[in-house]
Each structure stands twice: as structure tokens, then as C-alpha cells.
């Protein structure tokens, strides 16, 4: 397969990924443990040709020892592994949590990266352990080791990715790539990759800096969406929506789309086309959508443009799942809110989008450093890289903000409210 593939499988798997529990995380780091376990002569066997085929190059005496993966280095990334199961997973973890107002809560929660590119030096290794901190971390991640451990890398890979499906993990996080061109590549994929991580001489991490568009760790329009799920109140969607779009539109944190669930369309449609006429805004809708209200139909650019007018692109979607494939497709990682009175489908929308700023309940409108009681801000970031020295566990996470409201929006806090910005002693329930 090509680069491109590749990547965007593994793009695919670390979405879900993301939502992986605990306990199929660490079933699948025992897995891969008994398959190293089990097939240890193979990957010894495989390692010997590489030796062989390095000796006969020449490779001096520091990589050959480097490059060596015996029983010893078996047992070694095994206990590696073993340890790494006994560790706190570290997504899914509560931040901070701070009441804004009565009834909106707002919740900092540890989560994945998405997908890493990392590329390392011989060292078969580094391999098993870049990949299984990547699985603990919920990361996808593309690996690229040096050319001199083809045949180890290769077993290895494929240990790791059997014993990770057999476990219900989900397929194609884990993609190894073999050639140079493949990193050039690489460097392109920007639409895929969030980050990438070069083990190597200053020279060849300048190199990749120079030399790519994704965020490297090495030695910003806002499309926002509101979704109105099938278990939305309707006056309640409409407050939200509304003000998502109109409080203030020439700013990254307003709505740009609306995606309606196609059982309550009928039904909300005509009340959101009363609460936006009362702002002028022009509304392109999918075809469904202009059956129902009979706005200017929607091109596909509509989905992908970023407004700052009193512009609102409309869809009626089959489902949640639809709503979310749409924002991870055209949505800018920036703040996506849902509308529902079903707590089990805003967990799994706020889980599975992949955005710095999962709203329920809420406007859009609050995704801003002064409402969140950070003090202020330089902007929003929708970039994924942070970590410094070190990448364990930690270095391989990021974070988003949950906010749970009941039907609130900013509007009200122009003049009649005050935040109260209270810490609060509690986990976000997820």
C-alpha cells in the first residue's frame, strides 16, 4: 500500500482507538508479551539475517551490537512490556474540573495524540517499545527504523499487530514503513499524522523540521460544528445553535455547520429557520435540507469553509456516527458541541471527535481562555505538540476540554450572569 494509505488507516484505527478501555489495552500488551514469548526463534532467526547482511556491509562494531535483538533483548522489552501493563493508563484522566456556572461544568481530560510518526535508528527495540507506549498512550503510530533491521523489524511488526487484533484492538494502528522515500512521504502527510518524533543526529531533526508541515518533536481556522442528536430538546437545540452561530460570527469559536439527525429534522428545522431569520443568516443546506426549509442548497466547499459571516452550512445525517465521520473529516479540531438528552450518545460523540473542545449541551461560543477561568489567551491552539524532555506515557498525550452544560448560552452572561469559575472536586463522568 501506498504512504497515503497507510496513513490514513491508521488515522482511521486511532479514532477508535481513543475509546479503547483499559482492560483491552492491557489484554493486548499481554498478547503481544506471549507472541514474543512464542515466537521468539523466528524473530532471532530474522534478526541473524540482518546481522549477516550487516557484517558484510561493514557496519561498525557500535550498530552491530545496537542492531542485535537476541533471547536477552527478548526478555528485556518483555519486561518492558510487563511494566507498562502494571502503570495508570493515562487517557481518560480528570485535569482539573471547574463548575463556570450552576449547572455547566467544565472538565480537562487527558487524551491521545492521534497518530505518531516515529522514526528510529537500528534498534529492533525500540520498535516493541515505541509501539506498545504508543497502544497504552491510545496513539496510532507509523514506524520507520533503519534499513539495516528490515527482517526484525518486519517479524516484529507483525507479532505486535496479530497479537494487538487478536485482542480486539482496532486494525491498522500499528504501520511500519521500510524505505526512505516512504519518509519523504511521510513528511507530506499532514492530513494524517499529528506528530512526529525523529530519533537521530540534529542534522537529519533539522532535515525533518524543514521539511514538513506536521508539528515535530525532536534533540488555525476554526470550522466548528453543533450536532442536534435524535434525543435533543428542540428549544433547547435551537438556544444552542442559534447562539453558536450569531453571538458574535467573525471569531474561530463560532459555529460554521450544523448537522441535524434526520428523525428530528422535520421537526427542528423550521425552529431553527425562525431563530435564524431574526439574524439574517443565509443558510446552505444537503438536499434534505432544502426539502424541508427551502434554503440554497449546499456545495461541497460549504463543509469545508470557515465563514466568519452570518453564513450557516446545514446536514441532515443519518446518525451519530455520521455526524461524527463528517467532523473528522471537515472539521478543524477546533470545538464541536452536541445537542442530546442521551447521556450515552454525548459520551460517545465527546470520545470519539477528535477536537481540542467537545461541548454537550452548550454553544460553542464558550470555548474561550476568559470563560474557562484561564485568565485570558493568545488564541486557540488546534496543534498537538507540547511535551518536553522525555516522551513516556505522559509525552504522548493531549488534552481536551469537556464541557456539560444544560441548555446554556452566552448571550445570557452579556448581562444578567456571572461566572463563578469553582473548582470542583470530581471526575467527568465518560
Given at each position: 500500500m501506498d504512504i497515503r494509505t497507510l496513513s490514513q488507516a491508521a488515522k482511521q484505527a486511532s479514532i477508535k482507538l481513543a475509546a479503547v478501555t483499559t482492560e483491552q489495552k492491557n489484554s493486548a500488551l499481554a498478547a503481544i508479551a506471549a507472541a514474543l514469548r512464542e515466537r521468539a526463534q523466528e524473530?532471532?532467526?530474522?534478526?541473524?539475517?540482518?546481522?549477516?547482511?550487516?557484517?558484510?556491509?561493514?557496519l561498525a562494531a557500535p550498530l552491530l551490537k545496537r542492531l542485535k535483538f537476541d533471547q536477552g533483548k527478548i526478555d528485556g522489552v518483555i519486561a518492558g512490556i510487563e511494566s507498562l501493563i502494571q502503570l495508570p493508563d493515562p487517557v481518560g484522566?480528570?485535569?482539573t474540573a471547574t463548575e463556570l456556572d450552576q449547572g455547566l461544568e467544565l472538565f480537562k481530560v487527558s487524551?491521545?495524540?492521534?497518530?505518531?510518526?516515529?522514526?528510529?535508528?537500528?534498534?529492533p527495540d525500540a520498535l516493541v517499545q515505541i509501539s506498545t507506549l504508543c497502544l497504552k498512550s491510545g496513539n496510532g503510530v507509523l514506524l520507520k527504523g533503519g534499513s539495516?533491521?528490515?527482517?526484525?523489524?518486519?517479524?516484529?511488526?507483525?507479532?505486535?499487530?496479530?497479537?494487538?487484533?487478536?485482542?480486539?484492538?482496532p486494525a491498522g494502528w500499528l504501520q511500519l514503513l521500510e524505505t526512505?522515500?516512504?519518509?519523504?512521504?511521510?513528511?507530506k502527510m499532514d492530513e494524517f499524522i499529528d506528530l512526529i518524533i525523529p530519533r537521530g543526529s540534529n542534522e537529519f531533526v533539522k532535515y525533518i523540521m524543514d521539511n514538513s508541515n506536521i508539528p515535530v518533536l525532536g534533540h488555525a481556522d476554526g470550522i466548528c460544528h453543533v450536532y442536534i442528536d435524535a434525543e435533543a430538546d428542540i428549544d433547547m437545540a435551537v438556544r444552542v445553535a442559534v447562539d453558536s452561530k450569531t453571538q458574535y460570527v467573525a471569531v474561530c469559536n463560532a459555529a460554521e455547520t450544523l448537522l441535524v439527525h434526520e428523525s428530528i429534522a422535520a421537526a427542528f428545522l423550521p425552529a431553527l429557520k425562525s431563530g435564524l431569520e431574526q439574524h439574517?443568516?443565509?443558510?446552505?443546506?444537503?438536499?434534505k435540507t432544502v426539502d424541508i426549509i427551502g434554503c440554497r442548497p449546499a456545495e461541497e466547499q460549504d463543509w469545508k469553509t470557515e465563514y466568519l459571516d452570518y453564513i450557516l452550512s446545514v446536514k441532515v445525517v443519518d446518525d451519530i456516527d455520521a455526524a461524527i465521520d463528517h467532523i473528522n473529516r471537515y472539521g478543524?479540531?477546533?470545538?464541536?458541541?452536541?445537542?442530546?438528552?442521551?447521556?450515552?450518545?454525548?459520551?460517545?460523540?465527546?470520545?470519539?471527535?477528535?477536537?481540542?473542545?467537545?461541548?454537550w449541551n452548550c454553544s460553542t461560543r464558550f470555548s474561550d481562555g476568559f470563560r474557562y477561568g484561564l485568565g485570558a489567551e493568545v488564541g486557540i491552539s488546534t496543534n498537538k505538540i507540547h511535551a518536553r524532555g522525555p516522551v513516556g506515557l505522559e509525552g504522548l498525550l493531549i488534552y481536551k476540554w469537556k464541557l456539560i452544560g444544560q441548555g446554556h448560552i452566552v448571550a445570557d452572561y452579556s448581562c444578567e450572569?456571572?461566572?463563578?469559575?469553582?473548582?470542583?472536586?470530581?471526575k467527568c463522568g465518560h
Open positions: 524473530i532471532i532467526a530474522a534478526n541473524v539475517k540482518d546481522l549477516e547482511v550487516a557484517g558484510e556491509n561493514d484522566h480528570t485535569m487524551c491521545p495524540i492521534g497518530v505518531i510518526g516515529v522514526i528510529f535508528e537500528s534498534r539495516e533491521a528490515q527482517n526484525t523489524n518486519r517479524i516484529l511488526a507483525d507479532v505486535i499487530t496479530a497479537a494487538t487484533e487478536s485482542a480486539d484492538i526512505r522515500a516512504e519518509v519523504g512521504e511521510m513528511l439574517s443568516v443565509d443558510v446552505r443546506g444537503c438536499s478543524s479540531g477546533h470545538t464541536d458541541v452536541i445537542v442530546t438528552g442521551n447521556r450515552d450518545h454525548a459520551v460517545h460523540f465527546m470520545n470519539l471527535v477528535d477536537s481540542g473542545n467537545v461541548f450572569k456571572t461566572f463563578t469559575h469553582t473548582a470542583l472536586d470530581k
